[in-house]
């Protein structure tokens, strides 16, 4: 299965450096704006919505601006109407990137994401050029400390999971969409904390990128994508030699 790549796991573990510094806040409120905005703002009968919150709460933001964005959602205070949008093109060497956003103004989101692709060597490309490279699956993530892994792999193959691996202090989990909240919802009841969990999207194959100078220039630009206030999520179909995002890493 694609997807299980240490690039996705030093992707997240990156999200929680950045939560440190409060750059990931704004992109945790939109979240769940959105989601209580389609479910309700009562996390207990709303799992998606407590999904969020909790993944917010890893990231230590702050109570107020989840009761906040919570409100903004469901309308009891105001707030700008959000949209939905995927990006499409090709990183430096014709990577395939999908880019996920949510935004109140669509000409800026698309502008600035059109001049990362450009100063990078990039281009976007038109709807359904690169989409069809991946498979929108459910994703989390689970710290191993304390957790049996047969027994988190029976639970989650009942549950309908698709695929489990374990990378370093924590287990990726991969499920299909229509079975992912039913996962969420059997590692919640067991106790166990999902550091991190989300609707992705995974490449059916995976490129190789075994040179150093392509692998920093292929991070930077999928930096510069995230440091971008509208996007959400990004996600190319690359696979980085590990020994290189080792010492890129070290760096």
């Known amino acids: 299965m694609a997807g299980h790549s240490k690039w996705a796991n030093t992707k997240h573990r990156k999200a929680r450096v950045d939560a440190k510094r409060g750059q990931i806040f704004s992109k945790l409120a939109k979240e769940i704006m959105i989601a209580a905005r389609m479910g309700g703002g009562d996390p207990s009968a709303n799992i998606t919505l407590r999904t969020i919150v909790q993944k917010a709460r890893s990231y230590n933001m702050p109570a107020d601006n989840i009761d906040r964005a919570i409100k903004k959602g469901t309308g009891e205070l ?24 949510l935004t109140d103004n669509k000409n800026r989101s698309v502008s600035e994401v059109r001049n990362v692709f450009s100063k990078n060597g990039g281009s976007m490309a038109g709807t359904g050029s690169v989409s069809h490279l991946f498979q929108r699956k459910g994703q989390m993530f689970v710290k191993a400390e304390g957790v049996n892994e047969d027994h988190l792999l029976e639970l989650i193959l009942e549950a309908g999971g698709e695929d489990m691996k374990r990378d370093a202090d924590e287990y990726e989990i991969l499920t299909e969409p229509a079975t992912f909240m039913g996962v969420v919802e059997a590692i919640s009841n067991q106790g166990m904390e999902a550091s991190s969990s989300e609707l992705a999207f995974i490449p059916d194959t995976e490129v190789p990128v075994t040179d150093r100078k392509q692998a920093e220039t292929l991070i930077r630009f999928v930096d510069q994508l ?4 509208d996007v959400q999520n990004v996600y190319p179909n690359f696979n980085i030699d590990d020994h290189i995002l080792d010492a890129i890493n070290e760096e």
């Open 78 to 101: 105001e707030s700008a109407a959000l949209e939905e949008i995927i990006y499409e093109g090709y990183a430096p060497g014709g990577i395939a990137v999908l880019v996920c956003v």
């Open 226 to 229: 995230e440091e971008l206030d």
